[in-house]
């Protein structure tokens, strides 16, 4: 079955800086990856997706970044603000449904 | 515009004991997922339901079922609870079962004790 994981489950930036938040998955098969923001207390909110046709996708502020040689994706928030903190997760879509990965926690230092 | 809602909030129930969440989706939208998220993890996807049925079923045994009513809203259920069960349950609403973008509510918190 899919395994969507991060690698890293915290990552403090800087405010004003760029934010990186990588993430590997194992099955091929996945067709449709989600970014989703989860702040404390609320449900996983929707930030950008990308379909498997594609390589990059642009948003408010956001990239996403498909690597399908490596089954690697990647999600890019310019300019960090305060507001961005919370906990990042990738999820893969295919005919199972969708499969999230752990999580990782994005804290803004001032 | 309302989003997707879910009740109870919180909710503290026994070992053994069933229990019945619920979930309207957003307003225009058909479809509603139902996932599991334990404390630190990301959500699992527990099944999906449209026009009434089952669609799709993650790794979650039989003790898990589902209803979707006429309205679209949904009802989860949990048979004989075990204290694993407790978690965040989330229901997300979308427009067909096709991928597409899924709108979560705040989720329902379980405790077993």
């Known amino acids: 079955g899919e395994s969507v994981g991060l690698h890293l489950p915290t990552l403090s930036v800087q405010e004003g800086d760029n934010s990186i938040i990588n993430c590997a998955y194992s099955n091929s098969a996945s067709d449709y990856f989600i970014w989703y923001k989860q702040e404390s207390g609320k449900g996983p909110q929707f930030i950008i997706d990308i379909r498997s046709n594609m390589d990059k996708r642009q948003g408010q502020r956001v990239t996403v970044l498909l690597n399908k040689t490596v089954k690697h994706l990647s999600l890019q928030i310019a300019a960090t603000q305060p507001g961005d903190s919370a906990v990042y997760f990738c999820a893969g879509g295919g005919a199972d449904g969708l499969t999230f990965g752990k999580g990782t926690h994005l804290i803004i230092q001032p | 515009d309302a989003g997707v809602t879910q009740s109870p909030t919180h909710l503290i129930k026994t070992r053994g004991q069933q229990v019945t969440l619920r979930c309207s989706p957003k307003s225009g939208h058909d479809t509603v997922s139902w996932y599991q998220q334990a404390l630190g993890q990301g959500p699992q996807f527990i099944f999906q339901y449209y026009e009434e049925e089952e669609r799709q079923r993650g790794n979650f045994p039989d003790r898990f079922s589902g209803h979707q009513f006429p309205n679209y809203s949904s009802e989860l259920n949990v048979n004989a609870l075990l204290l694993g069960d407790s978690a965040l349950y989330l229901c997300?609403?979308?427009f067909g079962t096709g991928l597409g973008e899924q709108y979560f509510g705040p989720g329902t918190r379980l405790t077993v004790t």
């Open positions: 997300a609403s979308s």
